[in-house]
């Protein structure tokens, strides 16, 4: 059973009680890393991300807080995530969050925030660009050749 993709720092975020999505920060641990082959970009995100684990800290109004103008600023405190991925647990005792796991927010009391984009992006490897033929490649792309492309590949986890 596939659990998705692993989320990672600059995923996408949305609160289905705020009207503007977030970007996640990893702010619990520093050495775990995917898709990234330089190594100092995507952070796995995990379980100890609570608080305001987000760049900008809201989500705009929140829906569940009407005041005399509308809705009061949307100030996220996740206070636990939902449906990590359980078979590894990182040096933080963080379990990693995949495109499936929810957050529960401490305004809304169940689980609200969700993922729009896992972080990762997708880079032909070299063992992709190996396999095509060179002729097809540099009618396709003739300004590039397929021996300066690295191999950085999406990280998708499967349930055991």
């Known amino acids: 059973m596939s659990k998705g993709h692993v989320i990672v720092q600059g995923a996408m975020c949305k609160c289905k009680f705020g009207n503007v999505p977030d970007t996640l920060v990893v702010q619990t641990q520093t050495k775990g890393y995917v898709n990234d082959s330089e190594g100092n970009q995507k ?3 995990n379980t ?4 305001m684990p987000f760049q900008a800290k809201t989500f705009g109004q929140c829906k569940l807080q009407p005041s005399s103008s509308g809705y009061l600023p949307c100030v996220p405190a996740i206070t636990q995530w939902q449906d990590p991925y359980e078979n590894v647990t990182l040096p933080n005792n963080g379990k990693i969050l995949t495109e499936k796991s929810k957050a529960i927010c401490a305004i809304a009391g169940n689980p609200c ?39 950085v590949t999406t990280c998708l986890l499967d349930e055991a």
């Open 48 to 51: 100890m991300d609570i608080g």
């Open 113 to 151: 925030v969700e993922f729009t984009w896992h972080g990762q992006t997708a880079v032909p490897g070299a063992s992709e660009i190996s396999e095509e033929q060179e002729q097809v490649h540099s009618q396709l792309n003739p300004l590039a050749t397929a021996k300066k492309y690295k191999q």
């Open 43 to 45: 952070l796995v995100a």
